[in-house]
């Protein structure tokens, strides 16, 4: 019996284990939303195509599987690029349905008419119009055998009127079983693993700064540590799965690190990337560098590199450990790590301390601070680009049982609240907490109606400090006074309670444990408005002097160095194991 395409697309979707598909219906799509009504495909109403493609991002990421998201053509498509941007840098597997004009009409500056064929090249890997059901059935599982195979987003483009077309019986009907390609095992070239291995047995002493991609190798990447007495840092992205009891941890580098691991990695013989694509040049070393990826165009690209090796750090590490020479001396590591807990040690206390609460505005760290602390142990955080990016890098303390999205790549505002959207629809018994800033609530605020359509409980905390605080401390830094980047105060509790959901709005520090204690316990979608200061920024750990020439100039009076939460705690742990904790006088 023929079938509608659009019918047939959601039942191989379902089959396939999708469970929901995010977007916001119309015109040209409407078809499709309709097939999900009669397939019992549940269909996530948000209030912008942006929001959609987010919250798809977010959900594939969290949940491991493929996600999909629709937006109707013309604006419709056009609000779809910046989600998708975001997905596809991440490596998500989405499924990006992007309705188009009736198909006759293509060509002649119809109504609503764009190219989405060329829209949406740089955000996708897989970008094909269908002209045809017959034809958009081989489509349909070219597009999911990419996204599965790791290649990020793919992008279908259907005209309306196709949607409706009938599909032919024949072979392409239903698409056959899907190869996934991500996290497969790569193994390293032998003369590229040779090198690596002397290059080790050569250095008197090594660092090690690891990524994202070696978060299914933790265990051999502390194997290798411990073998060369090396210190471990990572980047943004890897906090989740390398910091938590870590005894090599020597904190992050980059412009919102913290600790020794910058210096870490200026004074060891050889410095290995390992599973990180880490942008930030100046935070890097220029002389004997290896990097370890499984993808080859990332090798080299951020910093002059002697030893490249191709492969998954899992397959690589485990192929070269037997052959690398136990080192004895573990002088380097024991300095980098009384540095990394002398470092800690110096400001925990100042922003954390008993005596910030009574501060007001409320420090954003003490907040940070307390909303980590309070947290479920396994909850899943998303995170606004901008200082809320800075807070939880230092604050949110992993354990192996939580998660954590960001714009971790694309470094987009106004991610938190739809990926929280996303994260929570995968998981609704989990505790998924929007970590928002008031710049980036207020770019996608409309969402707010989406979690209380759908009754996602989510919990969306607000550090609000009327103020663009990152853009801030960008314009001092390069020298110019700020401007612009402050605004007038919102009361966004105020607001939640208007689209009906439960708020508080905290002003005085004291009532920052009782009241974040039950919104966190509410039994629904809460919005908490944290009104924080908006002088507190936040300095890199290792401050250039064209830094420092920028903020001279533009007169900065209040610039803070960040404190770094309960990671003091495993800092003062790994001290205890090389016995050097009375050295430096820890409480």
Known sequence: MAEKFANLMVKHLKDLGVKRIYGLVGDSLNPLSDACRTEGMEWVHVRNEEAAAFAAGADSLAADELAVCGGSCGPGNTHFVQGLFEAHRNGSKVLAIASHIPSMEIGSSFFQETHPEHLFQECSSYLEVVNGADQGVRVLHNAIQNTLAGNGVSVMVIPGDIFDDEVSTSRHTTSGTYASGARKR?????????????AINKADTVTLFVGYGARDAREEVFAL??????????????????EYDNPFDVGMSGLLGYGACHEA??????????????????????????QVDIDGTHIGRRTPVNYPVVGDVKSVIDNILPHIEEKTNRSFLDSMLRRHAQLLESVVDKYTHEANESRVPI???????????????????????????VWSSRYLTPNGKRGESASFLHGTMANALPQAIGVQAAFPDRQVISWSGDGGLGMLMGELLTVKLHK????????????????????????????????????????????GIKSFRIEDPKDLRP??????????????DIVTDPDALSMPPNITWDMMKGFTTAGIKTVLDGGVGRMVELARSNLRHIGAASSIALK
């Open 265 to 290: 990695s200026k004074k060891a013989d050889l410095f290995i990337m390992l599973g990180t694509d880490f942008p930030y040049s100046d935070w890097l070393p220029e002389h004997n560098v290896a």
């Open 186 to 198: 790569v193994f390293p070239d032998p003369v590229e693993a040779a090198a690596l291995v002397e």
């Open 456 to 499: 996602l409980p989510i919990k969306t905390v607000v550090f609000n400090n009327s103020s663009l605080g990152m853009v801030k401390l960008e314009m001092l830094v390069a020298g110019y006074p700020d401007h612009e980047t402050d605004h007038e105060q919102v009361n966004f509790a105020a607001i939640a309670a208007g689209v």
């Open 515 to 528: 009241v974040l204690k039950e919104a966190l316990a509410y039994d629904g979608p809460v919005l908490v």
């Open 363 to 389: 420090h954003p760290e003490l907040a940070a601070s307390v909303l980590d602390e309070l947290a479920d142990e396994d909850a899943y955080f998303t995170v606004d680009t901008g200082m809320c990016n």
């Open 225 to 242: 540590a411990d073998k060369i007495k090396a210190p471990v840092g990572h980047s943004f992205r890897g906090k989740m799965f390398l």
